[in-house]
């Protein structure tokens, strides 16, 4: 018999084998890396109203309004495009600026003045409401012209009537036309141009790591078989996704998971992070985008812990421990001036998500399976996105501060980085920092505990600003003309909420979560914040 050199070899090779083989479990169980926790929290953004077929317009040219919708006024004033311009209008003199605040705030008294007027009813007996009788004249009830007309209708004509023979809009008009405006309307059109051109790198990013060879057709097919999908609940989320996934090819998430309380869509969920995790099950916030992101830049298992809630203040149901029974300076001396009481408590949203997240952190492995004891958690960061209803809250840096502090306490992790989200609604440039919730954000960042490990994403060029001219486009060229049925076309498909919201905008939300992602990973590198660079130079150019 003929025994080969392979033979003899067999036994000392399949020791050898197996001898690898431990050793390669061995390094594998070395290998393991620890569960990544990041914190999301913040309000109605961060909860998040973006569908997916609003994605369509990152297939798109950001749509560009006509010149026109920069020179036109509207019979009334209406927020539209031309009128807006006495928001953002900017001149050298301090004068100018207080001009502009003194008519924004006499049209916020007349409307405070309307809105009593819709839902309080306008008097009809004029010894009863001898006021309004004197200061409006006879009550439109009464006026022939509107008889047999809905009452929101002919008030609202009433009512505009009314600020026209005050001179309101004249007023307006005029401090936009004026030679100290350094931002006419006309100025914001043509800075829509070049919008896309500026994010440029960060929209190639977001369309290969999202609609990766998604063809703008493919969200037809997508529309036409979600006719035939039910509704979508927390109990078929997943079945959603991949729905979803596998017509325009928006990814779900390999090694991510989350866990989110608040106002998501049944009241706490868990599972592998895809869409779904936001007010509407067929719905993300800047969640999804961020973790989708985020895993292509870490190594190992990713667990989001997200607690948002709408319509919630800094300084109120997130007002951090430390501030429970204690002011800020700027608070003090605001209540000192106006005579009041102090009244301060600790926020109740502060302290479910603290609860939440501190059962999370007693037990990762409960919400995620990748979770390694030894490995153990390495805490990535917060990060933060809110500030609408924090909007004339001169105390909001100081009350961020305090917040940031808080949470590094609870949490035991001193340096944790933190990145906060910029309000992007204002859009324009000079715009930055035109808030109280922005300049807090940078005065956070900025403050000698903190800077060096708060970071701030500038939103702004992500908002498509061009989406709200579109009812402008409509009512300066009317709303069945080709310009007003195009402008309509592109607002329906790009669309699925209001401005407040950033319309629901896939645009947005996608480079807002992917611009968290980046500058988180970048801190947690040891790398500098890029805000202290961006916020000069925008206050450089204002």
Known sequence: ???????????????????????????????KKPLKIVFMMGQSNMVGYSRPGTAWYLTQPAYMPPAEVGEKTSKYFNWDHYWSGVRYAYG?????????????EERSALRSLWRQRYYNN?????????????VWGKPPHDLERFKGMDMRNFMKIFLHEKAVEAGLYKRMEAYIESPENKFHPRDGIAEIANRDAEIAEDLERVRELFLKETKPEDFDALAEALEDFEKVTASNRVAYAELVKEKINLPIAERTRITAIGEVSDGEANGILSLGYAKWADACGPEYPFGISFEQMVDGPVLIVKCAVGGTSLQGPWRPTSLGDTETPIEKAAREADGGKKNVKVGPLWTEAINHIKTVLADPGKFHPDYDPKAGVELAGLVWFQGWNDLGNDAYGEQFVHFIKDFRKEVNAPELPVIAGLMGHGAWKQNTFSTEPNQGMLYAAQHPELKGTVDLVNTLPFMPIEISLTWAVEDVFGKESKEGEKARSIRERAVCKDGTHYFGSAKFIYLTGD????KLVNLMKGGEPSIHKEAQEILDDK
Do not use: C, H, V
């Open 1 to 31: 018999m003929q025994i080969t050199t392979f033979s003899l070899l067999r036994p000392f090779l399949a020791i050898s084998i197996t001898l690898l083989t431990a050793g390669s479990g061995l390094a594998a169980e070395s290998e």
């Open 92 to 104: 050298d003199s301090e004068e100018y600026g207080a001009k502009g605040e003194a008519l924004l």
């Open 122 to 134: 306008f008097g009809r007996n004029a010894e009863e409401d001898n006021w309004n009788y004197k």
């Open 515 to 518: 611009a968290m992602a980046r």
